[in-house]
């Protein structure tokens, strides 16, 4: 049994006429009634009465007819099915993030593409930095949204958007009222630093203040930001935090901008997606491309704010 000759069978019984079935099937008559006469021999059944002047379908024909749309349908659910999968539009995306990401701009893109993927399924996984990759690299993640580039042959990385490093002091600290700070002001401050094991953005944050002449003075050691900006408030030190954060600052929390000493590159939290180089999921490469896109249209991937650099 052809599916050819399923859907012969179906349209002539919809149009029991041999002339206009054949004509919406752009085929000729003769073709048509052999498919026919085939799918009649197969079954052992007639289903059709035929006279010179009409068809009809008979008892068996009735029978069969929800059996033959059934296979056709379910044909056409699968060609629409593999279609979405090697669009993209169907599938399977886990992505491993730090709950600060959870705060900036992201969530905004996780509403958008809800709304407009909504046969891919999407989990997103809280997890610290150092675990990230490590968990991709190893494949039971499909990308991951974090403070630090890699491009080393297996993976592949792209900036999405801009996120200066600010200091976060208590509101009653000396230097609350400065416009921007360096971080050489910091020297003589005690820190409230993200644990430097858990994150490559930490150990960045550390040498950025060895390359300013210090080496800063670590009291507390959290794993996420937010904790770190709880303990400013409580006025137990100061912070280096990424400026999308500063959404979660209290009255007892002052942002200050960080500016750069002269020659001196300006440290920065900035958001990057990383992913396996040779990954061949339709529905992550689909996903990236939305998320990339949408981060150049709604947020721009304009150079980082400029902030006063020292005489």
Known sequence: MELRQLRYFCMLAAELSFTQAAAKLHVSQPPLSFQIAQLEKELGVRLFERTSRSVQLNDAGRAFLPHAQAVLAQLEQGREHVQRVAAGLEGRVVVGLAGSHFLGPFPQFIAQFRATSPHVELVLQEMQPSQQLQTLRAGRLDLCIGRTPVDDGQLSSALLWHDPVMVAMPATHRLAGSASLLLSELRHEEFIF????????????????????????????????????????????????????ACLRTQAVHMCPVRPARDEPLVDGDVHMVWRSAEGNRAVAQFRLLLQTWAIGQLGQRPAPKTPQTP
């Open 194 to 245: 993200l644990k430097l094991e858990s994150s490559q953005f930490a150990q960045r944050l550390l040498d950025a203040c060895v390359q300013s002449g210090f080496a800063p003075r670590i009291t507390q050691s959290v794993v996420e930001v937010p904790a770190a900006l709880n303990l400013v408030a409580a006025g137990l030190g100061v912070a280096l935090v990424p400026a999308s954060l």
